[in-house]
């Protein structure tokens, strides 16, 4: 079978973390582009970057990246998406495809749009995946198979740039969906940025009970905790920045979250155990569901290994030695 | 290596769900006790208990079952709890020991306790474990391996019985820890309660959102909405006598969490980027202690397993031959 074509002669990655980095790496891996240039801000990072061999060159600024590249991706936090554009848009080369990776996107549209120049296109994209960890070694290839890339082209985006955009993240794994800008957001807002405005809470609300020491609650974590801290562990900057840029959505859903929490909250406090029962007999569905379409392993506790029961015997008067 | 001797004769496990068949499993295994007699409510679980080999005997009542055994562990919801020792109280053997799972301690000493007859010891027990699975074909013997089982003795109780039973869930991997059942319920309520309401919450306000739709739900859960599903997938009958159980500290730590969120979405409403930012740096000590002391998986994304890069050449116009 023979391999195809690049789709895109050069590719600039603006910011080489966790979905910049896998990125590269799937990129790579598929021959979906001909060549890499890359940069971040920190020289740290740069460094890295060069030293894992994620790009073909690695530089010092967005704006020498953009050169000659016919796709650029911007994979910075959201909240610095607005300044790169304007710094890059000067050397953009005609004809070129701009995107970026943002968990928000009617901030990346109204942030990043009036800098883009006629000539070139925008194509927003978010990829919606990741894990906790964050930085150029923690990505890689298969970070984006089967899970969903969302495009949110403002109106009148040439549709060869947006299908040729979609065929890449095809290409690297991806599912892709198109979708208007404030509808991504508040599609997202209840998938993703609710759920890790709760976990961040709930983490912190555990870290600061008088009665409930912290090593208690590390070591009893399993009994749900735990699966919060990793949400909560998540990068600070880039979740920051979600929150201000997608403000409107997440009060939005925050709203509903309180009034459901605060039927449960009733009906706890009133021992209506039907009501409890009945909508925690609801919530299985989802999870059936997800499972279902793939978006989740069915391995019981999300696949967590086990250690094996312990060989030693147990210290006299238990042992024996019969 | 010699193998210990049993550290009791003959077990009584009433109720074989995941915790009661993962203890017959991992008792089996290390030769922890000499015997096992199982029941439980419903004939279908008997009848799958037999098929499964779980234990040496199923019979029809938890009466049947205590006959002559010197542990009994109570594994049904802990609402039913207090029924069941009633039931057994009659035809406990002079000197076992009665124990039990339940998530929460106070009532079960409450409800269970004054049934115990003289002569027999009283150890109630959490092992906090568990999956989102329900039912004897859920259960293994690795369950328990490097997790807490917290010992809720009254006061007063047989100190050699206290210890054995502790030898036990040591025995099939636990660690174990001794608390004042109030304690345990407060610590719980934060460690496990608490996610699990707020998971069982934002599940449903998810599922009933105008705006967005199930399918989109779905699709785009990997954001971080599908990690809360699957702790809210867990066994409704179980969690609805958690709630009911333990009110007050569920109340106490929501009363906590409300006033949490309330503050960090004040900050969101005001744009105030610093102090979430502080707020998502400080919770990111407390995943690392809990990776550190074993409690949950360094894997990013918990160790869930990624597809392949899909091998198949893109369609034309993106395909090449060359």
Same mark, same amino acid.
């Given at each position: ?42 020289? =740290?990072?740069? /460094?890295?970057? @060069?030293?894992?061999? $994620?790009?073909?060159?690695? &530089? %010092? +600024?967005? *704006? ?96 060869? =740039?947006?299908? /040729?955009?979609? @065929?890449?993240?095809? $290409?690297?794994?991806?599912? &892709? %969906? +198109?979708? *208007? ?142």
């Amino acid at each position: 079978m023979s391999k195809p074509a690049p789709l895109y002669n050069r590719l600039a990655l603006i910011g080489v973390g966790l979905i910049g980095s896998s990125i590269a790496r799937a990129a790579k891996a598929q021959g979906a582009v001909g060549s890499i240039v890359a940069t971040a801000r920190s020289e =740290a990072t740069r /460094k890295r970057v @060069a030293e894992l061999g $994620l790009a073909d060159q690695v &530089v %010092e +600024t967005a *704006a020498a990246a953009v050169e000659g590249a016919d796709l650029v991706i911007v994979c910075t936090p959201v909240g610095v998406c607005g300044a790169v554009a304007k710094e890059i848009a000067p050397h953009l080369a005609p004809g070129a495809t701009v995107s970026d990776v943002g968990s928000v996107k009617g901030s990346i549209v109204r942030d990043m749009g009036p800098h883009i120049p006629q000539g070139v296109h925008f194509v927003p994209a978010h990829p919606v995946a990741g894990t906790e960890y964050s930085g150029p070694d923690a990505g890689f290839a298969e970070l984006f198979v089967n899970r969903w890339c969302i495009l949110t082209p403002p109106p009148g985006q040439n549709q060869a =740039a947006v299908d /040729k955009l979609a @065929a890449f993240w095809k $290409l690297i794994g991806a599912n &892709v %969906e +198109t979708m *208007a800008p404030d509808h991504h957001d508040l599609v997202l807002a209840v998938t993703s940025h609710l759920p890790h405005l709760i976990a961040y809470t709930i983490v912190g609300t555990a870290d600061e009970l008088e009665t409930v020491t912290r090593s208690e609650v590390l070591k009893f974590s399993a009994g749900g905790f735990r699966d919060f801290t990793r949400i909560a562990a998540s990068d600070p900057t880039m979740w920051r920045d979600i929150f201000v840029t997608n403000k409107d959505a997440v009060l939005e859903m925050l709203g509903r979250f309180n009034e459901d929490i605060a039927l449960l909250t009733k009906a706890i406090r009133n021992g209506d155990g039907d009501t409890l029962f009945e909508h925690f007999t609801r919530t299985r569905a989802i999870r059936k569901g997800i499972v279902q379409i793939g978006q989740d392993s069915p391995a019981p506790d999300f696949g967590r290994g086990h250690q094996t029961l312990p060989p030693e015997p147990l210290p006299k008067p238990y042992a024996s030695d019969e």
